[in-house]
């Protein structure tokens, strides 16, 4: 990024946390038949947890907005290590339900990556085989359908309606980014903007409105709750279109999914939008959806040759720089913990367009 980054390491700040959540998890979704268990905990394994993006942003987001004044370490925050302990200020309830809401992300998430597998018929995910390739389609449905229910029986006990409508607005806007993506008039499937509008609604969204949700639960203002949802944004957007770069110029192995996957899918991201302008034939290739022998490696070629890449590159890098600035226009530092954990989120801005898995 143009500007200098710190560097933060998170998990020292926040993994101990985590742990909790995950274990936390792992307890909520036991079912009353195994199979709907093993589908549903399936990615909440230990070594699978994934890269835990989402539920990062929204714990640092949280912190950096605390205030730092030194309060009893037994009731401030849960799970620091303890030489960082007096410096998070939540009430324990508060912190409580701020942690909730990253069970609640987690299990959307993971809920989504369960019926997309089914949909893009992927046998492999986080470099294991996936629930549908494992436990056919059926399974991975329902275990999909049991993990949304079980975030709404979470989300429900918070008993706050802002956030209620927050996160089920954010499960609508799932369904309709997976929809807009799989049925597209052809002026749809070559627009920037259709591409952009879809990547909020299946990506963005989760993390903009779960940040926002830790700040209202923190009792943060509406305008402060806007910036936290301005860096979730930002940081989702950034994060998808760098998905959609490693897309073409990943290994699989890294990622532990396999690559061309939107292009076998007949999908269009960025990086052949922006192709598209230097080499016409893409235009082509995109409207029948790759569909034909030969086409999705004559695509990949294509892209390969032009500045597609790097323009998705720039436009990722300009999000990661928002998310920045979201951050930067918070409210005053409320104390040095506070401080560390927006350089926190600065880094893991950073560390989104620097990725490779
Ligand atoms: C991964 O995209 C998929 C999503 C981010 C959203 C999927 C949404 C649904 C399947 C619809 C609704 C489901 C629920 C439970 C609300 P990708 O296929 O581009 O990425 P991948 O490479 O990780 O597979
Ligand atoms: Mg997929
Ligand atoms: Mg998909």
Not at 135 to 158: E, P, Y
Not at 185 to 198: A, G, P, T, V
Request: net charge neutral; aromatic share 6%; glycine share 6%.
């Amino acid at each position: 990024l143009s500007v200098p980054v710190p560097y933060v390491d998170i998990e020292s700040l926040i993994g101990d946390e985590k742990n909790c959540i995950w274990q936390r998890i792992r307890h909520i979704v036991q079912a009353e038949v195994p199979s709907l268990t093993r589908s549903a905990e399936y990615f909440f394994q230990p070594g699978v947890e994934g890269k835990r993006v989402r539920s990062s942003a929204l714990l640092l987001v949280a912190s950096a907005l605390s205030d730092g004044e030194m309060g009893d370490p037994s009731k401030s925050a849960l799970y620091l290590k303890p030489d960082l302990r007096p410096y998070s200020q939540y009430p324990e309830e508060v912190r409580r339900k701020q942690q909730r809401i990253a069970e609640i992300t987690e299990m959307i998430h993971v809920a989504t990556l369960l019926h997309d597998d089914v949909l893009d018929d992927a046998e492999t995910r986080r470099g294991l085989n996936s629930v549908n390739k494992m436990f056919g389609n059926k399974t991975a449905i329902l275990g999909g359908d049991f993990l949304l229910a079980k975030a709404s029986v979470a989300l429900a006990a918070l008993r706050n309606t802002e956030v209620l409508i927050l996160m089920a607005t954010v499960i609508e806007n799932l369904v309709t980014g997976e929809m807009m993506q799989s049925r597209s008039s052809q002026d749809e499937r070559m627009s920037l903007d259709y591409y952009y509008r879809k990547t909020f609604l299946k990506t963005a969204s989760l993390i903009a409105n779960s940040c926002k949700s830790a700040a209202l639960l923190g009792n943060h203002s509406d305008e402060v709750a806007q910036l936290a949802s301005d860096y979730g944004y930002h940081l989702g957007m950034s994060f998808q279109l760098v998905d959609d770069v490693l897309d073409f110029v990943g290994s699989s192995s890294s990622l532990g999914k396999p690559t061309l996957s939107d292009l076998k899918s007949g999908i269009a991201t960025a990086p052949v939008l922006f192709a598209s302008q230097e080499e016409p034939q893409l235009v082509d290739l995109t409207l029948r959806k790759f569909k034909y022998e030969g086409d999705v490696d004559m695509a990949s070629r294509l892209v390969a040759k032009t500045s597609g890449v790097k323009k998705t590159m720039e436009v990722a890098e300009m999000h990661a720089s928002k998310a920045i600035k979201a951050v930067d226009s918070f409210p005053p530092a409320r104390g040095k913990y506070a401080e560390v954990c927006r350089d926190a989120l600065r880094h893991l801005a950073n560390s989104v367009v620097t990725r490779r898995t």
